[in-house]
């Protein structure tokens, strides 16, 4: 397998670098080196559109276009569409494709205008200085020529604006995009529709049809699209925003925030009422305190990570939003980092700054960096004008603001090479610094594109006309309206070879990896053989220990021992203190070191920052409340926390009082008690997630309800048969300990995870989660559920009960995975899959 991988280029790579390539990017190219430069002709195709020697005649020959002028500051820029008066997906896909061609055609008979673009653009990829979104690197040059990852679509108060919008949604989807949506401007439940004489299902009814929209679409490729879900503090339906996704299986295919203001957290902080207001007529409808909010708010993301915050002030008042005469900002992209305009894209790309670290350690060399901001300046502007927008309206708005995002990957290595600690002040001061310099190079890069190329057509207007009513004091002239990202680099990062993804810690210093016979041992629940098992080393650790003479020990007996460790160094005693405190993980630090990294990058970033502040389970909400006052108070304009194990087998002791129901043929019907509680587990299985809620009394449990979306569906209707089934067995008095060897033993076809972790049925789910509750009440002794994670809640009534809280990668099942970057799903640093990279 290793001589097959290492065929595939004579680039110096690890072994993971290139599998994750060729899992995700090489698709028809037979080598690494073909795959990239692929990649980097097809960008600098670009050029062509810009060359004083070449006629728009030509370039547009047998191409519907519209070119549109506009002044700029060495005369009259020019604007190209494409798309322009093309209703049909396939007819404007043709046309652009003959675009492509006739551009083919150019460079055939002129290769001098991009010969030196593409060695520059050559150089900077292979040697991994710097990659673009994934989407760039999958398509460029290939058919689909869609390049950008994520979108913003407007949602208006109309039927046809919001059909429209589930329309839209799904071409992009189709094409691997994904979408943010803000649904503030529908109007709230039960409010009057003129038109109809009737009354409005409100935002969260509408989000319903968006998100089984996505779940029908993601059935045709390969993963579901990715969403965001906003609607604003002053919306009228706002409580029952926040708490939707507390329900099972709602809203599986949307992140969600809350886009909250000045005005808000002052009233949080005085305990003060503020206003509901109707968007369809702005008139005030009612009041809430704005203490009680932010509780449901922090409650909402300490249980299950949603709804985030977006302070969406921040965004419009700052340099996220330099074109606010093309309207506010109210939306962000999946994962939080990218907030645009309605119809703007992502077009986003990632320094490596472990590759511009002087030899000696002593400093960054900024002007190496220098160049390569510039060339990467150059690279994503040249992506919006080959790039295939699935829409007219997107291609109209991309090419208006012209907006990319710069940012940067490898953190965790460029400190440690420096000699930082993560959570020291130095590495703060050290980001303030770095990202200072990158943004003032790219403006300046910026600027300099503009001189040949024209300021972005939208200049006129923006915070960078002096003219402007939205002028805010300094009078530049760029090329791009906004310029810097902080985005989630899981896969590319991987691909370059790197173990921090974007500006996250590591994840781990060591960690356990399985070759194909020891994944198919674990799929049998055999152990794999130690000939099949074999460590993951952070290779910068990697030299350190070599050289340290592995501290005393045997390596493996090191490697092992921080395996054991939490895959961590930190409290290990052979290894001294400067070490273990240079080579800190994601839970090796505190929250608020964690949001501190953050704010510091996010000072001198025109977009916004992808970040995850990881907490461990034992994380209260005032914990978590501390992270968003935090955030907010230092100058972050969102914030992602995850607490560990919130994600996927949840364990929420809703306390709820309920009236009992008798039941007449019930045996259980006599019991004096008139309270019950509830258990509610949330597990994955091979046939998707499950929800299951026990409910119980003094006695044991009386009810469970299982759950498998999409309703509809035979599989769903069997699951909530069975749970009704297993209701009535417990009314007649059926002793639940003794059905929990017959729902374990049952297989199925499409077993979930690997040896100790495996589901093998949904019966075999709902045993896990029974069991668990058996013995969390005390109704059995202890607890085997194979599963080697524990949650510490649990852990205070039986220490003996675990329940799995690991979360695994949805493409290979490896539990060598983290929530990093801001995004909703985890990042596999196995197989390099991520949704947000």
């Known amino acids: 397998m290793e001589a097959e991988l290492k065929q595939l280029t004579k680039l110096n790579l690890t072994i993971n670098q290139i599998k ?12 690494v080196e073909h795959w990239l430069r692929n990649v980097c002709h097809n960008i600098a195709l670009g050029d062509i559109l810009h060359s004083e020697k070449i006629s728009t005649d030509e370039i547009f020959e047998d191409v519907n276009n519209k070119i549109i002028t506009y002044p700029s500051r060495n005369g009259m820029g020019k604007m190209f569409l494409l798309h322009h008066g093309i209703s049909e997906h396939n007819t404007r896909h043709k046309n652009f494709r003959k675009f492509l061609e006739n551009l083919e055609d150019i460079n055939a008979r002129n290769p001098e205008i991009i010969a030196k673009t593409e060695e520059k653009f050559y150089d900077l990829l292979s040697n991994f200085k710097f990659l673009p979104n994934s989407p760039t690197l999958m398509n460029a040059g290939r058919d689909l020529q869609q390049l950008s990852a994520c979108y913003v679509l407007p949602i208006g108060d109309s039927i046809d604006e919001i059909y429209t919008s589930v329309k839209n949604m799904a071409l992009i989807h189709q094409s691997g995009g994904g979408t943010g949506f803000s649904f503030s401007r529908l109007r709230p439940a039960g409010d009057a529709v003129k038109s109809t004489h009737g009354i409005s299902s409100g935002p969260i009814t509408f989000m319903q049809i968006f998100d089984k929209s996505t779940d029908v679409v993601k059935q045709g490729g390969t ?44 009233a949080v902080k005085n305990n003060d009422d503020y206003a509901l207001i109707n968007p369809k007529n702005k008139q005030v409808v009612g009041k809430l305190n704005a203490k009680e909010v932010w509780n449901k708010l922090v ?24 074109t606010p005469h093309l309207g506010e900002i109210e939306s962000t992209n999946p994962c939080g980092e990218q907030p645009l305009l309605p119809y703007e894209p992502c077009n986003l790309g990632s320094i490596n700054l472990s590759k511009f670290v002087k030899e000696d350690g002593s400093d960054f060399d900024y002007e190496k960096l220098r160049d390569c901001v510039y060339a990467c300046t150059h690279f994503l502007d040249n992506v919006i004008d080959v790039n295939n927008y699935p829409i007219f309206e997107i291609e109209e708005m991309a090419k208006k603001t012209r907006r990319i995002g710069l940012g940067v990957m490898g953190w965790a290595e460029a400190l440690v090479m420096l000699g930082i600690p993560y959570n020291s002040n130095t590495a703060l001061r050290k980001a303030e610094e770095l990202m200072k310099f990158i943004n003032v190079s790219c403006l300046k890069a910026s600027e300099e594109l503009a001189e040949r190329r024209g300021v972005f057509p939208a200049w006129k207007g923006s915070i960078y006309d002096k003219d402007s009513v939205y002028f805010r004091g300094q009078e530049y002239f760029p090329r791009h309206s906004a310029r810097t990202t902080i985005a989630p680099t899981g896969t590319i990062g991987l691909a370059a070879g790197l173990q921090g993804a974007g500006i996250e810690p590591f994840f781990a210093i060591v960690y356990v990896r399985y070759n194909a016979a020891g994944i198919d041992a674990l799929k049998k629940g055999e152990k794999p053989l130690d000939k099949d098992t074999f460590f993951e080393i952070n290779p910068l650790f990697e030299k350190i220990a070599e050289k340290n003479n592995y501290f005393g020990m045997k390596k493996e007996e090191l490697y092992i021992k921080i395996n054991d460790n939490h895959k961590s160094l930190l409290g290990i005693r052979e290894i001294p203190e400067i070490i273990q405190n240079l080579f800190l993980t994601s839970h090796d630090l505190t929250p608020k070191e964690h949001v501190m990294m953050q704010c510091s990058f996010q000072k001198y970033t025109d977009n916004a920052v992808s970040k995850t502040v990881n907490m461990k389970n034992s994380a209260t909400e ?23 194990g919130s994600k996927q087998l949840q364990i929420l002791n809703l306390n709820e009082k309920k009236q009992e129901k008798t039941t007449s043929n019930s045996a259980k019907s006599e019991k004096k008690s008139t309270q019950e509680s509830a258990d509610y587990y949330k597990i994955e299985t091979g046939q998707g997630t499950m929800h299951i809620h026990i409910n119980y009394d003094a006695e044991g449990p009386t009810q469970i309800f299982t759950g498998l979306p999409p309703i509809g569906t035979e599989i769903s209707g069997l699951t909530s048969a069975l749970g009704i089934v297993l209701s009535k067995y417990l009314q007649l008095g059926g002793d639940p300990v003794r059905i929990l060897k017959h729902l374990n033993s049952i297989k199925s076809e499409r077993p979930y995870g690997f040896g100790k972790n495996r589901i093998d049925s949904i019966p075999h789910a709902i045993s896990i989660a029974l069991r668990n509750h058996l013995t969390k009440t005390g109704k ?28 695994h990668c949805s493409k290979c099942f490896s539990a060598n995975v983290g929530m990093v970057s801001g995004c909703s799903e985890p990042t596999c640093f196995d197989c390099g899959y991520s949704k947000c990279s």
């Open 20 to 31: 994750v390539i060729k899992d995700k990017y090489l698709k028809s190219s037979p080598t």
């Open 299 to 322: 409650k909402g993301a300490w249980e299950t990570g949603d709804p985030g915050i977006i302070m969406i002030d921040r965004i419009n008042n700052t340099g996220s939003n330099a």
């Open 780 to 807: 059995i002794k202890t607890v085997d559920l194979g599963i080697d994670s524990t949650n510490s809640q649990i852990k205070e009534k039986n220490s003996d009960a675990e329940v799995n809280l690991k979360l």
């Open 622 to 644: 005032k914990d978590v409340e501390e992270v968003y006052m935090l955030a907010y108070e230092n100058g972050a304009k969102g914030v992602t926390i995850y607490r560990d």
């Open 223 to 266: 993963r579901r699209g990715a969403n965001m879900g906003i609607l604003h503090y002053t919306h009228p339906d706002i409580l029952d925003f926040i708490n939707m996704k507390k329900t099972p299986g709602v809203m599986e295919n949307f992140n969600v925030s809350v886009t909250i203001d000045d005005k808000f957290m002052q």
